[in-house]
């Protein structure tokens, strides 16, 4: 994985994001969109991962679209990003769209170190992931979920169950003590990740006041 650093190394908020290509490609719009809404400074650490289903999934599935099955690359994925966060005088926020949004809820079923998660359009229709949340305590203050409000209007049996899904989870959260929200924004999946990502960040930020 290549990692980059944006922002200040001062800065007492650092947000850890897993990026691919297109999702890099929009970091400095995504950069912007925070400062737009918060004025809190931060750090952001976008990590590229090398072999996107593999990488982020916390354990083997089938493919659900294409023909790329997911892999359990998830928790040596984490194991790196938490050699990032030695710095226990920082506060740190971890995040992402689509699969690594995923990975972001997952990881902060693994370790208390985050402050708050920031998942925008979440792959909550990964098998089983509903029922791991069913049956784990999540160890961050704050969740922000998100999802377009076309993306469950899929033929797509599996990925159709997200919406279902994510108001569940939001669901099971809050019920469990998790300061959690659930913003639902215009359109597909494909659709403004970098500005739903930041409106996550953003979210999560203002929550330690």
Same mark, same amino acid.
């Given at each position: 994985?290549?990692?980059?650093?944006?922002?200040?190394?001062?800065?007492?908020?650092? !947000?850890?994001?897993?990026?691919? #290509?297109? &999702? @890099?490609?929009?970091?400095? +719009? #995504?950069?912007?969109? /925070?400062?737009?809404?918060?004025?809190? $400074?931060?750090?952001?650490?976008?990590?590229?991962?090398?072999?996107?289903?593999? &990488? !982020?999934?916390?354990?083997?599935?089938?493919?659900?679209?294409?023909?790329?099955?997911?892999?359990?690359?998830?928790?040596?994925?984490?194991? #790196?990003?938490?050699?990032?966060?030695?710095?226990?005088?920082? /506060?740190?926020?971890?995040?992402?769209?689509?699969?690594?949004?995923?990975?972001?809820?997952?990881?902060?079923?693994?370790?208390?170190? =985050?402050?708050?998660?920031?998942?925008?359009?979440?792959?909550?229709? =990964?098998?089983?992931? !509903?029922?791991?949340?069913?049956?784990?305590?999540?160890?961050? $203050?704050?969740?922000?979920?998100?999802?377009?409000?076309?993306? $469950?209007?899929?033929?797509?049996?599996?990925?159709? *169950?997200?919406? &279902? +899904?994510?108001?569940?989870?939001?669901?099971?959260?809050?019920?469990?003590?998790?300061?959690?929200?659930? $913003?639902? +924004?215009?359109?597909?999946? @494909?659709?403004? *990740?970098? !500005?739903?990502? *930041?409106?996550?960040?953003?979210?999560?930020?203002?929550?330690?006041?």
């Amino acid at each position: 994985m290549v990692i980059h650093k944006f922002g200040s190394p001062s800065a007492k908020t650092v !947000l850890i994001q897993p990026v691919d #290509e297109h &999702d @890099f490609a929009g970091v400095e +719009n #995504e950069i912007r969109s /925070i400062r737009e809404g918060t004025a809190e $400074e931060f750090r952001l650490i976008a990590i590229k991962i090398d072999k996107w289903n593999r &990488d !982020l999934s916390p354990w083997q599935a089938p493919a659900v679209f294409g023909k790329e099955g997911f892999g359990d690359g998830a928790a040596q994925t984490l194991a #790196e990003i938490l050699k990032l966060c030695e710095d226990r005088s920082k /506060i740190y926020i971890i995040g992402g769209y689509s699969l690594a949004g995923l990975f972001a809820l997952w990881a902060a079923y693994q370790t208390d170190l =985050f402050h708050g998660v920031a998942a925008a359009s979440p792959s909550v229709w =990964f098998p089983g992931f !509903l029922d791991y949340m069913r049956e784990n305590e999540l160890r961050s $203050e704050t969740v922000y979920l998100s999802l377009g409000d076309r993306e $469950e209007k899929t033929r797509n049996p599996v990925m159709a *169950a997200v919406g &279902d +899904n994510i108001r569940e989870a939001c669901s099971l959260l809050r019920s469990r003590g998790v300061t959690c929200t659930l $913003e639902w +924004n215009e359109g597909n999946h @494909f659709r403004d *990740a970098d !500005l739903r990502t *930041a409106k996550a960040f953003a979210w999560v930020m203002k929550q330690k006041r």
